[in-house]
């Protein structure tokens, strides 16, 4: 099947923002989710987006979904080293399953 | 509150052998879901469970079996390892199967 996409990796400043993309696969989805996971660790629940939303901001975390264009991106303001991590944006694929499917993750680096 | 708890955190096995997982969901969550994830990818979903019945399974060998208990726990078990085998294994509960899944910090098994 079709893959969620994200690139594999992004770079920032300190104090800069962070936009990082995904593309997802399931019109149908209900709801997408952005994950981060630090080294060593699981998965830590940032934000989630229901599907009749466009955006949703949470403290320093935008996320703004395009269903058009199955895009969905997570904006973190004001970046921080401790938001080094790899990040994953998830859909719920297909009506009435709830299992996730996975992008491969985005590692974002941040420079002091 | 405690999070998700699974055991053991590490483990290694030789190949032919099985393995236990065992997961703890949040208080008060119903649902379990196990995921795999290799390294450099994302997770992959294996199971998910909600009052001990297998609401989902992904795509993945009949070595791999699951089951809940009474008490919501749930334990992951697979048999004849190989070495494609080895990966972070990662649990998941939510509230019912369509609310946002919280993770467990994994158990790495490694295939000698």
């Known amino acids: 099947g079709e893959d969620v996409e994200q690139s594999l990796f992004l770079s920032v400043r300190e104090g800069d923002s962070s936009v990082i993309n995904c593309t997802y696969t399931?019109?149908?989805?209900?709801?997408l989710y952005w994950y981060k996971q630090e080294p060593g660790a699981g998965l830590q629940l940032l934000t989630y987006?229901?599907?009749?939303?466009d955006m949703k901001q949470d403290q320093r975390l935008t996320v703004l979904l395009n269903k058009k264009d199955k895009h969905l991106s997570l904006r973190i303001a004001d970046t921080q080293t401790g938001d080094s991590a790899i990040y994953f944006c998830?859909?719920?694929?297909?009506?009435?399953?709830?299992?996730?499917?996975f992008g491969k993750g985005t590692k974002l680096s941040v420079i002091p | 509150d405690a999070g998700v708890t699974q055991s053991p955190t590490h483990l290694i096995k030789t190949r032919g052998q099985h393995v236990t997982l065992r997961c703890s969901p949040i208080?008060?969550?119903?649902?379990v879901s196990w995921y795999q994830q290799v390294l450099g990818q994302g997770p992959q979903f294996i199971f998910q469970?909600?009052?001990?019945?297998?609401?989902g399974r992904g795509n993945f060998p009949d070595r791999f079996s699951a089951r809940q208990f009474p008490n919501y726990s749930s334990e992951l078990n697979v048999n004849a390892l190989l070495l494609g085998d080895s990966a972070l294994y990662l649990c998941?509960?939510?509230?019912?199967?369509?609310?946002?899944?919280?993770f467990g910090d994994g158990t790495r098994l490694s295939i000698l």
């Open positions: 998941a509960s939510s509230l019912v199967g369509d609310q946002p899944q919280h």
């Open positions: 399931d019109s149908s989805s209900t709801y």
């Open positions: 987006i229901f599907s009749n939303m």
């Open positions: 998830a859909e719920v694929r297909g009506a009435g399953s709830y299992q996730l499917t």
């Open positions: 208080s008060g969550h119903k649902s």
């Open positions: 469970y909600y009052e001990k019945e297998e609401r």
